[in-house]
């Protein structure tokens, strides 16, 4: 069984940066291909940004030029460099690895932008 841990979420102002963690335990996570989601209040989950196992990444229009994904897969953990943050990115963050066969999520840090 894998588990995800969030961190680093918290409230700034606009303007201000973030910086998250997603710590997992389990060897498959050199292998699996991991993701940054945000579900907002009322609204449906959506991907933030993406990082496959050999390094790739891919972003929502909204995250491109501002957010930055990354992994260390020696500490087994990804992260995700929020800059210039604004209200609208007010959310739940969510850590979601796919292994290809599994796919897992965290239990999501909040982080509050005001205005």
């Known amino acids: 069984q894998v588990q995800l841990v969030e961190s680093g979420g918290g409230s700034v102002q606009a303007g201000g940066s973030l910086s998250l963690s997603c710590a997992a335990s389990?060897?498959?996570?050199?292998?699996?291909?991991m993701a940054w989601y945000r579900q907002a209040p009322g609204k449906q989950r959506d991907l933030v940004a993406g990082i496959s196992s050999g390094g790739s990444t891919n972003y929502a229009d909204a995250a491109k030029g501002r957010f930055t994904i990354s992994r260390d897969n020696a500490k087994n953990t990804m992260y995700l460099q929020m800059n210039s943050l604004q209200p609208e990115d007010t959310a739940v963050y969510y850590c979601?690895?796919?292994?290809?066969?599994?796919?897992?999520w965290g239990q999501g840090t909040l982080v509050t932008v005001s205005s």
């Open positions: 979601n690895l796919n292994s290809g066969i599994s796919e897992f």
């Open positions: 389990g060897i498959i996570f050199r292998f699996s291909t």
